[in-house]
Every structure is written in C-alpha cells, then in structure tokens.
C-alpha cells in the first residue's frame, strides 16, 4: 500500500473510533510496525492527529469545548492527584489566583487552612468550596460564561487588573511544544494571559490528555509556565521539557 493510501486509512480509522493502536493500523495496512510509525509522526507533524501510548488520537476541534459536567466526570482520580499536587507550593502569605476549571477546583479540597492565604477566582464553581474552607475569596465581576462557569469580558479583565498574585493556578484546553497553551475562547484566553503576566509563579494544571491539543485561541508561550501533569511518556517530556519545567505527578 503507498503512502497516501496508508494516510487515509488511518484517517479514515481514527474519525471513526477517535483513537486507534498501531497493531491494528498494521493488520489494517498490511504494513510493518516501522512504517506505521513513520506515517503517525508524519501525519502529527502535519497536525491531523496526536500520538498516544502505543497508538494515536484523533486531535479535538479548534473550538470543542465539554460542558463542566462532561470536564467534571473526565479523568477525575488525575485531576485530584495534580490538584494535590498543585496546592502543595503553596506557602505562608501566598495571594494566588486560581482560575475556572475543574482541576483547579479540585485543588480547594488541598489548599492549607492553617496558613494565610487570599485566593481570587474567576471560577463560579470554585466560590462555594473556597468559603466552607473559611479562606479569604475575592471573585472577579464580567459576564458570565454558562459553559465553564467563567467570568469573562472586559469587565472581568478590569477587575483582574487590581490585583497581583503570588502563584496563579491555570487550566486549559491544549498544551502543544510549539503552539503553547491554547483555549477554544478568545476572551477566557485573554483572561488567563492576563492572570500569568500579574503573576511571579505561574502553573498550568493539566492531566496526559491535554498534550499535542491546540484550541483555537493562545494564552502563552510554554515557557510562561510550570506545568503539573500526570504520567506522561518519556518522550513527550524530552519534547516539552525543553521549553519548560514538568512535574509529573505518580501514585
């Protein structure tokens, strides 16, 4: 089978079943393992797909983003581990920014109620765990998102702009070694950016399934922030560890 052909079929696979194992593209292909390699990292390359442990994925639309229900249930026992994780810089005194999302929201359960600490959200759903802590809550005004429950606009940019943070805590949608981290909204995106430059220590909360994404809007460069993940492959971490500081958290 030639090359083009080879391409099409695996395509044609992973718009169908969204992920796919390189076995299964050989018995497909009547091909060597070799040669299927080749063709996933040429087609990665060209941006039609990501590579995943022992296969690929069909990458997300620019603009695709779940509902907080659907981000809620995804992935949950990852998210809990780096919001632990996440929430272990945290230091005396510490004023942070945490931003909506749902492993952001899952570090309020880990944040230290016997340091001082005042926290600022965007996050409607982070309000209501972060005052049954007791902890010191500013949220920010703009319009309201219904989506993620983020508070978004030009309102909620002049609101952000009166405060400076210590560390701020940030989700997103895609994280890619030279397209950096990206959202499907530009006005969240503009938000985040924000959030980073007010920021000495910035972190991007994300769990394996956020690498080699690119959502239509960029919020920065890798190297604005640390990123806290879960067991990543080797080479994805010699891939974007070059550019930024990972910490992958275990079990």
Excluded: W
Excluded at 22 to 36: A, H, K, P, R
Excluded at 224 to 243: F, M, P, R, S, W
């Amino acid at each position: 089978m030639l090359t083009p052909e080879r391409h099409r079929v695996i395509l044609d696979v992973l718009k169908a079943k969204h992920s796919v194992k390189i076995q299964e593209l050989v018995d497909l292909t009547n091909s060597s393992e070799s040669t299927i390699r080749r063709d996933l990292t040429q087609l990665e390359e060209e941006k039609y797909l990501k590579r995943i442990h022992g296969g690929a994925a069909l990458l997300q639309g620019k603009l695709s983003e779940p509902n907080i229900i659907e981000k809620s249930a995804k992935n949950l026992h990852q998210k809990k581990l780096i919001a632990k994780e996440a929430a272990s810089f945290i230091e005396e005194g510490d004023c942070i920014f945490l931003d909506a999302g749902t492993t952001t929201l899952q570090m309020v359960e880990y944040l230290p109620t016997e340091k001082e600490l005042v926290v600022v959200t965007n996050g409607l759903t982070i309000i209501e765990p972060l005052m049954k802590k007791g902890l010191k809550t500013y949220l920010i005004g703009g319009f309201l998102k219904p989506i993620t429950g983020a508070m978004i606009g030009r309102g909620a940019l002049t609101s952000l702009e009166q405060y400076r943070f210590d560390k701020c805590f940030l989700g997103v949608n895609g994280i890619h070694h030279e397209f950096g981290y990206t959202t499907p909204d530009p006005e969240e995106a503009a938000l985040k950016m924000t959030a980073l430059r007010l920021s000495r220590e910035n972190y991007v909360l994300a769990d394996h399934t956020k690498f080699g994404e690119i959502a239509f809007s960029k919020i920065a460069h890798l190297s604005e922030a640390k990123i806290i993940t879960d067991d990543v492959e080797e080479d994805v971490l010699h891939q974007y560890g070059k550019n930024t500081a990972i910490k992958v958290v275990k079990e």
